[in-house]
Structure formats: C-alpha cells, structure tokens
Nanobody, 121 residues
Framework: VQLQAFGGGLVQAGGSLRLSCAAS??????YAWFRQALGKEREFVAGMGWSFGGTYYADSVKGRFTISRDIPKNTMYLQMNSLKPEDTAVYYC?????????????????WGQGTQVTVSS
C-alpha cells in the first residue's frame, strides 16, 4: 500500500494550488488531507468517504478548499483557493479503513510522504 502526494509549491496569498494523492495497493473507506505547520501539531484539513463521496472540512478551510476523487485513477485531490499565509504547512494525504471520515490523526494507518505548501503575504 502506497500513498504519494504531489502538487505543493510556493504561491502568493489569494492564489490557488491543487494537491494530488495517488493511492496504490488497495482502496480504503476514507481518505483525508492533514497539514502540519512548523512547531504545530498535525491537523485535519478535509476528508472524503471513498465509496459514497461524502466530504467533511475543517472550519478553517471551509469554502476555500475542495476535496474530490477520481475513482478509476484511485487518486484524491485537494483544490485550494484563496490561500492565506496561515495555510503554510506540509500537507499529507492519509487513508483509513473507517467509513465515517475520521478527523483524528491516530485513526489513519496509511500516510503519504507530505508536500510543502508555502503561501507568501
């Protein structure tokens, strides 16, 4: 089982980025994006139930970020719009067998390698 995250970079405040997470080996019940800023704990950003497509977002990104999936490609995306400097972090994709889009880090057994997103002011 492998998760590979792509798409990070440097962008100005107000700009957009799209992250991708390609999963191989199997499919899971839920997938999610987490982020970890320097000196802070890893936090939930957005999640999706793979089969039913339900989504859930952290309040801090609601209305700006959109999570989606391409089932044949077994790939998850995070479209990030209206980026703010406080969105700067390493973003990780994660997967779990649970179906109810957990938000706890400890629920996710599989993690991608992380991709850096830096938003300049």
């Amino acid at each position: 089982v492998q998760l590979q995250a792509f798409g990070g970079g440097l962008v100005q405040a107000g700009g957009s980025l799209r992250l991708s997470c390609a999963a191989s080996g199997r499919t899971f019940g839920s997938y999610a994006w987490f982020r970890q800023a320097l000196g802070k704990e890893r936090e939930f950003v957005a999640g999706m139930g793979w089969s039913f497509g339900g989504t859930y977002y952290a309040d801090s990104v609601k209305g700006r970020f959109t999570i989606s999936r391409d089932i044949p490609k077994n790939t998850m995306y995070l479209q990030m719009n209206s980026l703010k400097p406080e969105d700067t972090a390493v973003y990780y994709c994660a997967a779990t067998s649970a179906f109810k889009i957990p938000t706890s880090v400890t629920t996710y057994a599989y993690w991608g390698q992380g991709t850096q997103v830096t938003v300049s002011s």
